[in-house]
């Protein structure tokens, strides 16, 4: 059975890909752009050269404001085990990206034995990511992980300041929103807002259309204020919370 099933490119500036699934694993690597990654319930940034590993079964969409382009492929491969999503950046200088390039070219050339090509490139790929996704998966600073932790726990929480948490944090604020931006890719405000909006869209997709108001959505979401929510709501998404769930229900 061969392993790779598909490769695309995106080469135009995409704005958004809707939520979706695949049967199999899906590679994506992030060549232009910056956005956000949702997938199931968590919301990750991106960047260019940034690479995701999707497990199959699992929902997924990007957004960006200015547009992105990537490379992605489908395959399955019972080498590698894995129960999570996998997020990681190419090495300097890229040596990840020359592969996924030619996986993609030779899939499409289809010259003959082209089916071993791809996968003997896709098995090369895979020792490269488990390289270089080893550093990724350290949990680093535990202040961080505490940090984020208590973010989730007041998801819904509208009195929640992000402030609060650094009480007990040995590092001075300013110098500890640099340390934790430069793990997750947000500031610790970013990333509790980030959390409260994908919280808020699975609110819209499992209500829509129903009885619980924008209003109250707002406020399971940790926003007191309706029309702050909107606001928050529009300028991460495009979209008011009542045309994006108008959207996502086709």
Do not use: C
């Amino acid at each position: 059975m061969n392993k790779v099933n598909y490769a695309g490119r995106l080469t135009e500036s995409t704005y958004k890909v809707g939520t979706h699934t695949h049967d199999s694993w899906e590679l994506v690597y992030y060549t232009a752009g910056s956005g956000t990654v949702e997938i199931a319930d968590g919301v990750w940034s991106f960047k260019a050269r940034d690479v995701f590993l999707i497990p199959p079964g699992v929902p997924h969409s990007d957004y960006a404001d200015g547009g992105f382009q990537n490379y992605h492929y489908n395959f399955n491969d019972n080498d590698f085990v894995r129960g999570s999503f996998l997020k990681f950046t190419d090495t300097e200088p890229d040596e990840f990206f020359p592969l996924v390039e030619l996986l993609y070219r030779e899939y499409h050339l289809k010259r003959q034995n082209y089916h071993n090509i791809i996968d003997g490139l896709h098995d090369v790929i895979m020792q490269y990511a488990v390289s270089a996704s080893s550093s990724a998966e350290d949990p680093g600073n535990p202040y961080v992980a505490r940090i984020i932790n208590d973010i989730i726990n007041n998801i819904s929480n509208p009195h929640y300041r992000v402030s609060s948490a650094f009480d007990d944090i040995p590092f001075a604020p300013d110098y500890f929103r640099q340390v934790f931006q430069k793990t997750t890719g947000y500031s610790p405000l970013q990333y509790l807002t980030f959390k409260r909006i994908s919280y808020a869209k699975q609110l819209l997709r499992l209500n829509y259309p129903g009885s619980m108001s924008i209003q109250e959505i707002g406020r399971r979401s940790g926003f007191v204020d309706s029309y702050y929510f909107s606001r928050i709501f529009k300028k991460e998404t495009g979209l008011s919370p009542k045309d994006w769930a108008r959207s996502e229900a086709g």
